[in-house]
């Protein structure tokens, strides 16, 4: 309920701890900017954070976010906001999937320059390998439910991306923007030490 949330984020709060909220549906987050209206909600991603009073470190590595298109947008942004509050820089690259391969080779000086680099795509869910073979960082894959024909809500691009050809590829959950940015901070924050 929002009230349950609410009061998991107040206790968080009051133990000086960050409060990073995933999959937020309007009900919640409608209760939430009303009784707190400085959190940072993002409606995209789904996202409701509240980082603790005082002074953050400054961010460290860098996460790029690829999306192959416009759908997987909301998984994407999920793991921005996510790499955000863990504290790494984080870029976003939408809308490059291999249908148009040229939109992503425009991206190398981008892909070069990562420490991680998350990769959202459904429908055959081929983008994470081929970013994999551009780069020379982990690929941390995230299959996601949107698209349409025989995707099977997700389950064919995870297959795929379980058979990248790229040895830098690893793959979470099925629309895990939230794993995927969590593991690609920690990698950047290490990596920039």
């Known amino acids: 309920t929002p009230e349950w949330v609410e ?12 409060c990073l909220g995933t999959r937020v549906n309007d009900v919640q987050a409608a209760h939430l900017a009303k009784c707190l209206p400085l959190a940072q909600q993002d409606r995209l991603a789904r996202t409701f954070w509240v980082p603790t009073s005082g002074e953050r470190p400054p961010a460290q590595g860098k996460v790029l976010v690829i999306t192959a298109g416009t759908g997987d947008l909301p998984i994407a942004q999920e793991a921005v906001v996510t790499a955000r509050a863990i504290g790494a820089n984080v870029e976003l690259v939408a809308d490059v999937g291999v249908a148009g391969i040229h939109r992503l080779l425009r991206q190398r000086e981008r892909i070069a320059t990562a420490d991680a680099i998350v990769v959202a795509a459904g429908m055959d869910g081929a983008l994470p390998s081929v970013v994999g073979g551009l780069a020379d960082c982990p690929v941390i894959a995230v299959p996601t439910s949107i698209g349409y024909g025989a995707a099977f809500s997700g389950v064919a691009p995870l297959l795929t991306m379980l058979n990248a050809c790229s040895a830098n590829v690893t793959v979470v959950n099925i629309d895990a923007g939230f794993k995927a940015g969590y593991v690609a901070a920690l990698i950047a924050r290490r990596t920039a030490v």
């Open 7 to 18: 009061g998991v984020a107040l206790q968080l709060i009051e133990a000086k701890q960050d």
